[in-house]
Each structure stands twice: as C-alpha cells, then as structure tokens.
C-alpha cells in the first residue's frame, strides 16, 4: 500500500504542474474574445450612417456588406484598387471592408499600412499553403483569410499589396498602465467599454477598447482605441524588446532600429497589442510555419504569456 501511495503521489506531483502549465498558456479571453450571443449591433433603419469630418453616409447594410470597402475620407488614401474597393463576387471579399480603406484594421485583424509589399504578398501565399494558420480554431477574421487565399489570383493580391504597402500608417492607440479599466463587454469581435463610468480590476491583461464603438462599427479608418495595460508593462516590455532581458532576443537586429520594418520584414511599433499578442502566441504553438517563423518561434519559445503581453504593450504605445 505505502509503495502505491508512493507511486500515486509521484504522478500526482508531475501531473499538477503539467497542468498548471497548460492551464496558464491556454489562449486568455482577453485577446481572444468569445462570441458574445447577448450584443445586438445597430439595426438598418434606412438612413444614412455618419461618422465625424466626412460628407459620405451609407446605410448599416452597406456597411455590413463584404464586398464594400466605405470612403470615408478620400483625401487620406489614393483611389482604391477594384480589389481593395469591392472584391470580386462570390468568394473574394473587399481587402478594405476588414482592413479599412487605408489599412489600419482593428484588434481583430492587421494593419496593413505600410507593412512590405513582399511580405504582404508572402502572408497570402502562406495563407493558401496552411504555413499561415492560427493556434485557436474557429476565430472568423483568420478563417477568412484562408478561405479567401484559394480563390485570390496572383494579379489582385499584387494590387493589394502594392496599394497597402505605400500607405502610410497613423498613430491610433493610446496605451494607459492602470490598475483598474473601464467595465467591459464583448461586441463582435472585440471588446467596448460599457456605459457609464464604472470601472473593474485589470489584472494580466490587456482592454483595447475603441474611443468611439458607432465610429469604429461603421469602418471608419480614423477610429482611435485605448489600450489599458497593467502597471509596469512599459518598462518590462522596454527590456524585453531592447535586450531580451535574459529571456528572448533584441527586436531590432531584424524589425529595425525603430521597430518600423527592415527590408522584408514587417513594422511592429504602433499595432495592435491585441493582435501581435496572437501572432505571438501562433508562433509558440507552431501555427505559424512560413519563411522567417522558425526565428520567431525561438523568440517566442521562453517567454510567459505576462511577457507576451508586456512586449506588446510597449509595441503598441510606440509610433508607428
């Protein structure tokens, strides 16, 4: 009896710690939020939708409508290429409806502005290959992408990528170290801080709320968003960036010494904590296979996810 004891309190003692483990790199809520069946986004009454410093309205179907990219402010971007503006029915949505007419996305998706025309290019084709997939199943806007990679032709993702690459990207996160944020809720596919005034504890997370949700609803590329960190993440997230701190290597040597792309490499100053923490997190688990993921993947492989989230905290209060 003592000895099977013995042997129980054994496998007991590895298997806590194992799932301890597991239970702390599971994908956390906060940048992967769960569909919330409660929200109810704004109904079609038939009038115009309007969004500040611009002329142009469209209805809330248009709005929702794939094949739709809305100008909102033309003078910010040149023309949309046919693909960016409208797809091609059925299968290839419009690039702007998700990504805005010039680029900046959402935390739900990238920011496209300004990244390398050959890695916009490289991304699709891992997208088509399965080198590019995502490390929680069933999320919509990386679904989206590989559904949309098999019928994209070669010509459409070039004009994209040529179109997005020569944008230049605006700074639209605030980031706030605080040890409470706004009482929040899930709305699509983010999260918005509710009305009122009433706040809760932040604990190791990250709420990246849109100043404005209507605004940001309607695709308006000039949407701002505020990103509540926990006190202390800049200046951990500064070390870690900067020198690795023991634990991983320096961003510069390939993302450049301002953090805003190197050759074929992508921007990573000013984007979307909510998003590069994915992208983190993908390369850890292996979800990310292209050309340059083994060197990510090594990046990633020591770090907690509290590193994680310090890291892009400070990426996002950066300019871009």
Request: proline share 10%; hydrophobic share 40%.
């Amino acid at each position: 009896m003592k000895v099977a004891t013995a042997f129980l309190a054994s496998i007991i003692s590895v298997a806590l710690p194992a799932a301890a483990a597991r239970a702390a790199d599971a994908p956390p809520q906060w940048a992967y939020p769960a569909n919330n069946p409660d929200y109810k986004p704004p109904v079609d009454d038939g009038r115009s939708v309007r969004v500040p410093d611009s002329t142009a309205g469209y209805t809330w179907s248009q709005l929702r409508d794939r094949f739709i990219a809305p100008i909102w402010h033309p003078g910010d971007h040149r023309p949309l290429p046919d693909i960016v503006a409208s797809g091609r029915k059925p299968d290839v949505f419009a690039c702007g409806y998700c990504h805005r007419a010039d680029g900046p996305g959402g935390p739900e998706n990238a920011d496209l502005a300004g990244l390398p025309k050959s890695y916009i290019i490289q991304q699709m084709a891992d997208y088509k290959s399965g080198a590019r997939g995502t490390a929680v199943s069933g999320r919509s806007p990386p679904t989206l992408m590989i559904a949309l990679s098999k019928p994209i032709t070669d010509p459409e993702v070039e004009a994209a990528a040529t179109y997005f690459s020569a944008l230049q990207p605006r700074k639209r996160i605030k980031v706030v170290e605080s040890d409470t944020a706004p009482k929040s809720y899930v709305a699509g596919l983010l999260w918005a801080a509710a009305e009122g005034s009433e706040r809760e504890p932040l604990g190791q997370r990250i709420l990246e709320v849109p100043d404005d949700l209507i605004q940001f609803e309607s695709r308006d590329p000039r949407s701002t968003f505020t990103a509540y960190v926990p006190v202390g993440s800049l200046a951990k997230g500064e070390a870690l960036v900067t020198k690795g701190a023991g634990k991983t290597l320096a961003c510069a040597p390939c993302h450049g010494p301002d953090l805003k792309g190197l050759g074929p490499l992508p921007r990573i100053a000013g984007r979307s904590p909510s998003y590069m923490f994915r992208q983190l997190y993908d390369f850890r688990h292996g979800a990310r296979t292209g050309e340059w993921s083994p060197l990510m993947a090594q990046v990633a492989s020591n770090l907690e996810q509290e590193d994680m989230l310090a890291i892009v905290a400070y990426l996002a209060s950066l300019d871009p």
